[in-house]
T-cell receptor, first 113, second 113 residues
Framework: DAGITQSPRHKVTETGTPVTLRCHQT?????MYWYRQDPGHGLRLIHY???????DKGEVSDGYSVSRSKTEDFLLTLESATSSQTSVYFC????????????FGQGTRLTVV | DQQVKQNSPSLSVQEGRISILNCDYT??????FLWYKKYPAEGPTFLIS?????DKNEDGRFTVFLNKSAKHLSLHIVPSQPGDSAVYFC????????????FGQGTELSVKP
């Protein structure tokens, strides 16, 4: 299995509070991604990173920010959590030129009440 | 606008028979296509991929077919096994655009003994 660890695995938070999810990799892959999975929508890209301090928006980036200060860590922050952000969040990594496919973490189930 | 669509939310197949999962896309810029398999409470795992320069790729029991003119791809599993029961996601990317995957909604495959 690719070395990807997501933390926490489960979290319940209140509306309006900030939340940070962490993705840690040990593969030294250049690209990292955050997706959310919702019924009827599959997985949708929130933000991605193509290097340290290099990030860009995905399909559903509103209400989310990211940071990548080290190759191995990619943080996803919900600035002020809303109930519509209740979802399962997946981090993924890939390396262009070696493996085209992305490897996914185990997921974080976030509930906003 | 859903660029990748899996129109069948579920599929039930008898063990030993063929499973055919379908996927349609609208963006003609997509040049690489992947299938992922997902078990409950786990992250998606890569199954098989195909480049737009090919029309078929095989890996053991799994074959992916690509029809570029119809913007359609399919995954064939022969013979189907109970352990294949999972949600299957089709994904597409533009290879030189950071590896961002656009996913379909998923098809839940149930293989009955």
């Amino acid at each position: 299995d690719a070395g990807i660890t997501q933390s926490p695995r489960h979290k319940v938070t209140e509306t309006g509070t900030p939340v940070t999810l962490r993705c840690h990799q040990t593969e030294n892959h250049r690209y990292m991604y955050w997706y959310r999975q919702d019924p009827g929508h599959g997985l949708r890209l929130i933000h991605y990173s193509y290097g340290v301090k290099d990030t860009d928006k995905g399909e559903v980036s509103d209400g989310y920010s990211v940071s990548r200060s080290k190759t191995e860590d990619f943080l996803l922050t919900l600035e002020s959590a809303t109930s519509s952000q209740t979802s399962v969040y997946f981090c993924a990594i890939s390396e262009r030129g070696l493996n085209t496919e992305a490897f996914f973490g185990q997921g974080t189930r976030l509930t906003v009440v | 606008d859903q660029q990748v669509k899996q129109n069948s939310p579920s599929l039930s197949v008898q063990e030993g028979r063929i499973s055919i999962l379908n996927c349609d896309y609208t963006n003609s810029m997509f040049d690489y296509f992947l299938w992922y398999k997902k078990y409950p409470a786990e992250g998606p795992t890569f199954l098989i991929s195909i480049s737009s320069i090919k029309d078929k790729n095989e890996d053991g029991r799994f074959t992916v077919f690509l029809n570029k003119s119809a913007k359609h791809l399919s995954l064939h599993i022969v013979p189907s096994q109970p352990g294949d029961s999972a949600v299957y996601f089709c994904a597409a990317m533009v290879y030189n655009q950071g590896g961002k995957l656009i996913f379909g909604q998923g098809t839940e495959l149930s293989v009955k003994p």
